[in-house]
């Protein structure tokens, strides 16, 4: 049986189109399928990721595009295809591994797993080897998910990191599920409620840096630092690992600390520079007994931001924006308002987030709490949102005295000047922005338009020939092209 349209689902034994026979459903998420597959065209089996909402752009479905041209990497999930079907299903075919996740490895070690150094050290260093292989890529990647759920193991520990630059529940090892490009209790705290992941790719590794000493905590402990999304975003005092297990070594301890320090300028400042640190510890780390270690799932404790951060994640903004209301007017804390402000935002309940913004205004203003930052930028956006530019600005110098400097911030500006009609500024900015992170397709666009406003049409047709570099199959850009190539101008 074909599938030819989103109303049928996928079974065991049904044909996608003319290109796959599916066999077995290795993941059931809340937004996509992963399915052992039969290639139809040679017989070769794979594993096929189908996202459930289709009518999705392609560049928001796509994972990982980038490792479609490149040398693939024995600790890395290999890809093969990604595109369309019939115009209408979106798939990404990869390579089909035999394994359990990280995350269900760990919750068997009473079965003897981890019950050394030498093993968890040998699964922690191929994932520093993935990791290392995408930030040196000539496109580099920051992973931006790093857990166990995201890591599998095959026989012989054999370990490849699945998941790129995207995020998945436990049970939807393949399938992107959160908007905010990583699970919370790994995230940095610069990275730990935000909407998206933006950043040069130096702030993205620091960030990746960070999940790495989370993961590495976890190995060491069967705990994590933190339990609760409020504690990672405050970055609150968690034990030294030493103080859990105490035959954790000085020099691994020093390492796994470094890695969590909550300033990014504080971390590792490249992969490299981590892996070498770690090989000098695990040669006095390896001496030493492994006492018994319990798995972190029992040390797991609830607050009511996990309970935000449920609704958010199952898209219930007005029942996210309500339980943190109730907790701000309960605490009064900042973190709360700055949730419930989220909430709304997300929920393009604009008018709501402005009487909100009001009524507080001067607490937020009047606060060093770090949430006043993430407030800042939430106000931007949503006075943006409202076309309401000159308060916009003044949010933005509000951001800037705080001594917030960041690109996302410089973007905000951008599209603020776009608005006022300042397109030579806004050109500034973006390029600035394009400098930093190259290749971002929101940052091209823009600069695509305000090049046109300002005329510079031999400028806008540069910037859209690399913006058809990363979406070659975007429809406007092609219309764009043509027009382009009928003027003369490209």
């Known amino acids: 049986m074909n599938i030819k349209s989103a109303h049928f689902l996928p079974g065991t034994n049904k044909r996608l189109g003319t290109k796959y026979l599916l066999l077995e459903c290795l993941g059931d998420g809340s937004h996509g399928w992963?399915?052992?597959?039969?290639?139809?065209?040679?017989?070769?089996?794979?594993?096929?990721?189908?996202?459930?909402?289709i009518t999705r752009e392609d560049r928001e479905l796509a994972e990982g595009k980038e490792l479609l041209t490149v040398e693939p990497?024995?600790?890395?999930?290999?890809?093969?295809?990604?595109?369309?079907?019939?115009?209408?299903?979106?798939?990404?075919?990869?390579?089909?591994?035999p394994s359990q996740t990280l995350a269900q490895k760990l919750d068997s070690r009473l079965q003897n797993f981890g019950n050394t150094f030498e093993r968890l050290f040998k699964i922690y260093r191929q994932v520093l080897c993935a990791v290392s292989y995408l930030a040196n890529l000539p496109t580099p990647i920051s992973h931006g998910d790093i857990k166990p759920h995201n890591i599998l193991i095959g026989e012989r520990d054999l370990v490849k990191l699945t998941d790129f630059g995207s995020s998945a529940l436990p049970e939807e090892i393949y399938v992107r599920t959160r908007e905010n490009g990583g699970t919370v209790l790994y995230a940095a705290p610069e990275f730990s409620n935000v909407d998206c992941r933006r950043g040069s790719l130096g702030e993205l590794m620091l960030g990746d840096i960070y999940s790495l000493g989370v993961l590495l905590y976890q190995l060491l402990t069967g705990q994590l630092p933190h339990d609760t999304p409020s504690q990672v975003q405050r970055h609150a005092?968690?034990?030294?690992?030493?103080?859990i297990n105490l035959s954790i070594h000085p020099s691994m301890e020093a390492v796994v600390l470094r890695c969590l320090e909550k300033a990014p300028c504080?971390?590792?400042?490249?992969?490299?520079?981590?892996?070498?640190?770690?090989?000098?510890?695990?040669?006095?780390?390896?001496?030493?007994?492994?006492?018994?270690?319990?798995?972190?799932?029992?040390?797991?404790?609830?607050d009511w931001s996990n309970s935000v951060l449920q609704a958010m994640e199952s898209q219930s903004y007005t029942k996210a924006a309500k339980l943190a209301g109730e907790e701000?007017?309960?605490?009064?804390?900042?973190?709360?308002?700055?949730?419930?402000?989220?909430?709304?935002?997300?929920?393009?309940?604009?008018f709501e987030f402005e009487k909100l913004l009001s009524e507080n205004e001067k607490a937020i203003k009047g606060s060093l709490d770090e949430q006043a930052k993430v407030i800042f930028q939430l106000a931007i956006k949503a006075f943006l949102a409202l076309r309401k530019p000159s308060v916009a600005a003044?949010?933005?110098d509000?951001?800037?005295?705080?001594?917030e400097d960041s690109l996302n911030l410089k973007y905000l500006e951008a599209t603020l000047k776009g608005l006022e009609a300042d397109?030579?500024?806004?050109?500034?900015?973006?390029?600035?922005?394009?400098?930093?992170?190259?290749?971002?397709?929101?940052?091209?666009?823009?600069?695509?338009?305000?090049?046109?406003?300002?005329?510079?049409?031999?400028?806008?047709?540069?910037?859209?020939?690399?913006?058809?570099?990363?979406?070659?199959?975007?429809?406007?850009?092609?219309?764009?092209?043509?027009?382009?190539?009928?003027?003369?101008?490209?």
């Open 34 to 53: 992963v399915w052992r597959a039969e290639r139809l065209s040679d017989g070769h089996v794979v594993a096929v990721k189908i996202p459930k909402d």
């Open 73 to 97: 990497h024995p600790n890395v999930v290999q890809l093969y295809e990604m595109g369309r079907i019939d115009n209408e299903w979106f798939f990404i075919e990869m390579e089909y591994f």
């Open 237 to 243: 005092p968690f034990k030294k690992p030493s103080e």
């Open 266 to 302: 504080d971390r590792f400042s490249s992969i490299d520079e981590l892996i070498k640190d770690f090989e000098q510890a695990c040669k006095v780390q390896n001496q030493q007994a492994v006492p018994s270690i319990s798995s972190a799932s029992s040390h797991s404790h609830e």
């Open 328 to 350: 701000f007017v309960r605490s009064g804390d900042l973190l709360a308002l700055a949730q419930q402000l989220g909430a709304l935002y997300r929920g393009d309940r604009l």
């Open 394 to 396: 003044v949010w933005i």
């Open 398 to 403: 509000l951001a800037k005295k705080s001594g």
């Open 423 to 490: 397109y030579t500024a806004a050109r500034q900015l973006l390029e600035e922005v394009n400098r930093a992170a190259p290749m971002r397709f929101y940052v091209l666009n823009q600069l695509i338009q305000a090049c046109e406003q300002m005329r510079d049409y031999p400028a806008a047709s540069g910037y859209l020939k690399a913006a058809l570099k990363v979406e070659r199959s975007n429809k406007e850009l092609l219309k764009k092209r043509d027009l382009y190539s009928k003027l003369g101008v490209l």
